[in-house]
């Protein structure tokens, strides 16, 4: 089974600014906590991918009527609160397992080493339907 663990910029338990707003040490051992566990589910089979997207402000909407040229608009105004700041997709035997992953992503150090309790939304990938049914 496949599930996509996504996190969300502003989406934090523990109260903690942004990345950008972190000492230098904070976002080490917070980035190195995503590498290690990044390790661990590789070594058990269970990681196919894992990135990190760039900031909000850099993001870009495209919207297409099939006509014309598309429109490209710059990305999410500040005052969203739904924007993905990366994931993991893991392949793994249950949906009990990939909680257990999204949980121990959500522990993440932040400042101060203080769990960053970030809400990571576990959804599973579904395949496409049979076109021949």
Request: charged letters at 25%; a negative charge; glycine letters at 8%.
């Amino acid at each position: 089974m496949r599930f996509m663990l996504l996190q969300n910029y502003g989406r934090v338990e523990s109260g903690c600014g942004p990345l950008s707003e972190w000492d230098p040490a904070d976002i080490k051992a917070h980035i190195q906590f995503q590498q290690v566990l990044n390790e661990e589910l590789s070594k058990r089979g269970e990681l196919v991918d894992a990135q990190a997207l760039s900031g909000p402000e850099r993001a870009k909407f495209v919207v297409w009527d099939g006509t014309g040229a598309p429109v490209i608009t710059d990305g999410p105004f500040p005052e969203s609160k739904e924007l993905l700041a990366g994931f993991r997709l893991v392949d793994v035997e249950t949906a009990e397992r990939a909680i257990e992953i999204a949980a121990r992503a959500s522990s993440a150090p932040g400042p101060n080493g203080v769990p960053v309790r970030q809400q990571i939304e576990v959804r599973e990938v579904l395949s496409a339907p049979n076109p021949d049914l």
